[in-house]
Each structure stands twice: as C-alpha cells, then as structure tokens.
C-alpha cells in the first residue's frame, strides 16, 4: 500500500485540476479548440464559432485541465470518458479483440482529447487562444489564470522533477511537426513557445497520472486510448505497460487502440522508472476539483489504494531517490 500527496516531498511545476467549474470547463475547451482547430486543422473552426471544440461524447465526460504553476498559465487539457449504453469511442472506431472487448474487462474509462498547447511558453503571445480569460473561478468563485497574456513568471525556475532521458513527442502535445523543426529529435530544447523535451514529459507524465488515479479512485480498473505510434511510445518510455488491443484506424491519420490495467501499469512504471518511483510515491495529490479545491474532493485527507504494490517499491523509492539526488 502507497499514500500520495502526504508530504508533497515533489512538487511538479504543473497542477491538474477536475474542470468542473464553469470557468475551468471553458479554459478546457478553449484549450481544445485551439489545438484540435487552430493548431492541427482536425476540426472545422467554424463549427465551433464560440471558440469551444465540442463533440457529443463530452457529456460522458470528465474534464481536466492544467495549469503551470510558474507562469500561471493553462497549458493542457485531456478527458477521461466513461461508457454510453456499454460502448466508449473506441469500441465505434475500430475493432477490438475479443478478449479486450467490454465484456471481458468490466469498467473502464477512455483517455482522449490529450492536448498541450504550443505557445504557452510566450506570456505576451496574447494570439495562442482565441478567448482571452482574465478572471475564472476559484473553487467556483474566481480562479486566477491566463490562457494566453501569462502572468509575470518567477526568475528562479522550479528544477524538472525528471533528469532521465526524454520521451519522444506525441500528435497533441505542443511539439512542432518535424518537417518545420529538424533539430526537435535531436534532444535539444525547442524555443519560441516549444517545450524542452523534457519538460514535456514532465508534463505529460503528471497529467498521465492524474487520469489515472482519478479512475483508480472511482474502482475503474481500466483504460483506453487511441493514438498513434509516436504517443504510444511516449507512454512506454514513461514505463507504462498496455496492449494492443485491436486493430488499427484511419482517425485523424492511423490510429492504434490500446488498453491498460491500471494497477499493472503503474506497478511496472513504479519498479522501471525513477521519475515514476518519484512522481507516484513522492508526489503531490494527482489532481483537484475546481469545485472545492479539496484534495480528490474528499476533504484534503489523501488516502491509500486498495491495490498493494510489492514490497520491491520500497527499494525503487531508495533508487529513485539516489538517482534523483
């Protein structure tokens, strides 16, 4: 058994919050509108003339969102989408394996609309977004962020929770398309907006764990996601363990859908990866409501899972923390 967020021993430099606020439920779609229409063209921008991408699955949706804790910008957006009548997005996009069908792995949730915006970086780039927010709730009454003027950034910079190698990008995660930047597999930082490689998995990774505890917590003990090869592998890199579970799609370019057993993933990412180790049992609380501000809304007191990780975790923790000094 692990607790999380007891100590806040490390701190990430971004916070996701459940967008369960008016205000956090527009950032979240703005968010998206401008990446999926503005940024990569996979919708139309004039169906949406609000500046909030939609589709009909939002209603079985749970929204997150995330802010960066030094430039007090919202940075990210993804959702977790629960089942309609027994079928999620997957299940209507492509065809899944018997044995990975939703009569063999019981409750599951699937992550989609993972998006991490390009210009964050640039605090007066006030274009990034097509919605300037200056004042959104906090806790439901006035939330202080920015999606595109930032506020003033602190000098000193927080030091990345991760030092390992980067992971390589994924479709919707700020990354530019490799035909414009030569250089971005290279390892080197991007600049003009772009995420350091590994800032970017840095921020990938706490939103990764933020799905996924939040679907622990709710007894959900699986999830799926369709992506292509290049955020597949960004996961794998994080230490992840998942499974093909069907047959690829066209879907915005060649889609793979995968499944993963949540506990199995986070057990084999704890035991492989140092970040892992360090992010999962060192971390802060994965996630807030913007409702209430409460730690996973119950109040601020963290608690344990049900789920026990091997008693090898201890010793990832000690590793983890001689490899992170």
């Known amino acids: 058994m692990y607790n999380r967020g007891v100590s806040a021993m490390s701190k990430t430099r971004y916070e996701v919050f459940v967008a369960d606020t008016p205000g956090t439920r527009r950032i979240h779609h703005a968010i998206r509108y401008s990446v999926y229409c503005l940024e990569r063209g996979f919708e139309d921008p004039g169906e949406f003339p ?14 997150f969102t995330v802010r960066d804790r030094e430039t007090g910008l919202w940075v990210g957006a993804m959702r977790l989408v629960h089942p309609l009548g027994g079928h999620l997005p997957v299940h209507r996009l492509t065809r899944l394996r018997r044995e990975y069908a939703p009569t063999s792995t019981g ?4 992550l989609s609309r993972i998006c991490i915006t390009k210009g964050f970086h640039a605090p007066g780039n006030a274009g990034s977004f097509p919605i300037p927010v200056q004042r959104q709730e906090r806790w439901g009454s006035d939330i202080q962020g920015r999606l595109a003027a930032g506020m003033g950034c602190r000098t000193r910079r927080r030091v990345p929770l991760f030092r390992s190698r980067p992971a390589d990008g994924g479709e919707y995660l700020g990354r530019h398309e490799r035909h414009d930047r030569p250089d971005v597999d290279g390892g080197e930082p991007e600049t003009k907006g772009g995420l350091a490689p590994v800032e970017r998995s840095e921020l990938f990774a706490v939103m990764l764990r933020a799905a ?9 003990p ?8 290049a955020l597949a592998r960004m996961v794998r890199r994080l230490g992840f363990t998942f499974s093909q579970a069907g047959v690829p799609c066209e879907h ?11 506990d199995t993933a986070v057990d084999h990412a704890v035991r492989s990866s140092p970040d892992m180790a360090r992010l999962f049992l060192q971390g802060e609380v994965p996630y807030r409501f913007a409702s209430s501000g409460d730690q996973r809304g119950d109040g601020g007191s963290p608690g344990a899972h049900k789920t026990a990780i091997p008693g090898e975790a201890a010793r990832d923790l000690d590793s983890a923390r001689v490899a992170m000094g």
């Open 107 to 110: 409750g599951a949730t699937e």
């Open 222 to 229: 699986f999830m799926y996601f369709l992506v292509n090869r």
């Open 212 to 220: 996924i505890e939040y679907s622990r917590d709710h007894e959900i």
């Open 50 to 63: 609000d500046g909030q991408e939609r589709d009909p699955w939002d209603a079985q949706a749970t929204a």
């Open 252 to 262: 915005r370019g060649i889609r793979y859908p995968y499944l993963a057993h949540l």
